[in-house]
Each structure stands twice: as C-alpha cells, then as structure tokens.
C-alpha cells in the first residue's frame, strides 16, 4: 500500500503541475511566441493548447485536491502522518480556496491574483521539502 501511496503522490504532483502551466504557457506566449512571424506552424497550433490549459485550470486544481485527499488518507494509514505533507496539504486549500474566490468574482482583482500566485510558491516550495526530506 506503501507504493500505492507515493503514486497517488505523483498523480497529485502531476495535476498540480498542469495548473501551474496556466501560468508558464501565457509567459512563453508572451516572452516567446508572440514575437515568431505570422506563418509559423508552431505560433498557429499555440493557441489551441494555452486554451486547453486555461479553460481547465480550475478542474487541473480540483483534481489535485482530490487526489491528494486519497494521498493523505493512504500514506496516514499505512505510511505515517507527514508534517511537511501537512503544511503542503495547507498550502493547497489556500490556493484552491483564493482560486474559487477569484473564479466567482465578477471582476479579477489583481491582488487576489497575486494572493493565489504567492501560495503557489510557497506550495512548490514545502512540496519540495516533503518529497526530499519526506519528514
Ligand atoms: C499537496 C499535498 C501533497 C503532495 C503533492 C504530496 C506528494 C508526495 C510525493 C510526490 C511523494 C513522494 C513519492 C515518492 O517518493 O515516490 C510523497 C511522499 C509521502 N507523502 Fe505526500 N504529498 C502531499 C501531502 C501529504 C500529507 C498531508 C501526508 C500525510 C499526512 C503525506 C504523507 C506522505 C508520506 C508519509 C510520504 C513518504 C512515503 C514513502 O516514502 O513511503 N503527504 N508525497
Ligand atoms: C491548487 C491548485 C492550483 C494551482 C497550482 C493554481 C495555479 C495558478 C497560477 C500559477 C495562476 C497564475 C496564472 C497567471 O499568471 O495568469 C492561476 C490563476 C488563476 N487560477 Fe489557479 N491554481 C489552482 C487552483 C485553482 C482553482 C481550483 C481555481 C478555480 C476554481 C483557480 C482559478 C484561477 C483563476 C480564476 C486564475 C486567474 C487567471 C485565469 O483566469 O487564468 N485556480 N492559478
């Protein structure tokens, strides 16, 4: 059960990181492939997939909610109950809560965005220290 565990871990990790992508794949557009000419194949077929990206981003981010719930009870159960997966759990709901919140609004607040952003890198960050650390 103990591999069970770590790969709903993974799969968590994975889902995450394709919510994250809503921001690296509009940084590349904006740093990147908007600057290639018009008849570019790659610049004609971008937008197809940051659309993809963006329209699902907040399914991206339940779906890392829920498996991570499978995660938690998984590695409690027969793992032990990790005090940096605690804190990255946390980091999580903040996230995904700033996320729901700024999703409903009628119009976005940069702050919020900043909000949700910033408990991004703090998520990166505590997830880095559990899975190296894994305390
Ligand atoms: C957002 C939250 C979390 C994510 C993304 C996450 C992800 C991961 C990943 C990727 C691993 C490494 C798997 C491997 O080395 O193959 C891991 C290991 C582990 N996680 Fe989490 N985790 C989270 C929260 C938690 C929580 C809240 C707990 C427990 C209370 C926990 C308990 C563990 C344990 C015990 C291991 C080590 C398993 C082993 O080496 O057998 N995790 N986690
Ligand atoms: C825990 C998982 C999540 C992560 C890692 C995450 C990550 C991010 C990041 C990095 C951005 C910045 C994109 C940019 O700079 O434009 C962003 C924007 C945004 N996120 Fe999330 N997010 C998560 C969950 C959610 C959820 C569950 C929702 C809504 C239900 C949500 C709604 C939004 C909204 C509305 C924006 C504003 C930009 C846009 O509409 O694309 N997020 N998120």
């Given at each position: 059960m103990r591999e069970v565990g770590e790969l709903l871990g993974i799969l968590t990790a994975i889902l995450f990181g394709l919510a994250i992508m809503n921001f690296v794949i509009k940084f590349v557009n904006r740093k990147w492939v908007m600057k290639?000419?018009?008849?570019n194949k790659f610049k004609q077929s971008y937008p197809a997939l940051m659309k993809f990206l963006i329209k699902n981003h907040r399914f991206f981010g339940f779906g890392a909610a829920i498996l991570m719930v499978t995660h938690i009870v998984v590695q409690v159960l027969f793992a032990w109950v990790s005090i940096t997966g605690i804190i990255t759990a946390s980091l999580a709901v903040v996230t995904v809560v700033l996320g729901v919140i700024m999703f409903q609004a009628k119009k976005r607040n940069p702050a919020m965005l900043w909000a949700h952003r910033g408990a991004v890198i703090a998520l990166i960050a505590a997830f880095l220290v559990h899975v190296i650390t894994k305390i």
């Open positions: 290639l000419p018009k008849e």
